[in-house]
């Protein structure tokens, strides 16, 4: 059974920072493409960031220079540091895992607010 679980979302001050991290088992991780999407409240879910298994990675625009995805093959982890947050950055995040199929985690909330 795949599963995907994200943590570190929170509160976070418009300048500050937040790490996110997914942890992912009942996969072959290193051979999943890895991608952080995220939902703001009445938008459709986009992309934020992708990483592939030999380490490519892939940003949105709104995002590039500020948010950095990273994995760890062994750990089976994935990771976004997110910095210079901005309030347009609140969102439901979510963690996906795609190899001929996707799955995806539950999500967790950021809120970049004063």
């Known amino acids: 059974q795949v599963q995907l679980v994200e943590s570190g979302g929170g509160l976070a001050q418009p300048g500050g920072s937040l790490r996110l991290s997914c942890a992912a088992s009942?996969?072959?991780?290193?051979?999943?493409?890895m991608g952080w999407y995220r939902q703001a409240p009445g938008k459709q879910r986009e992309l934020v960031a992708a990483?592939?298994?030999?380490?490519?990675?892939n940003y949105s625009d709104s995002v590039k220079g500020r948010f950095t995805i990273s994995r760890d093959n062994a750990k089976n982890m994935v990771y976004l540091q997110m910095n210079s947050l901005k309030p347009e950055d609140t969102a439901v995040f979510y963690c996906?895992?795609?190899?001929?199929?996707?799955?995806w985690g539950q999500g967790t909330l950021v809120t970049v607010s004063e």
């Open positions: 009942g996969i072959i991780f290193s051979i999943y493409t």
């Open positions: 990483i592939t298994g030999g380490g490519t990675t």
């Open positions: 996906n895992a795609f190899f001929r199929s996707q799955h």
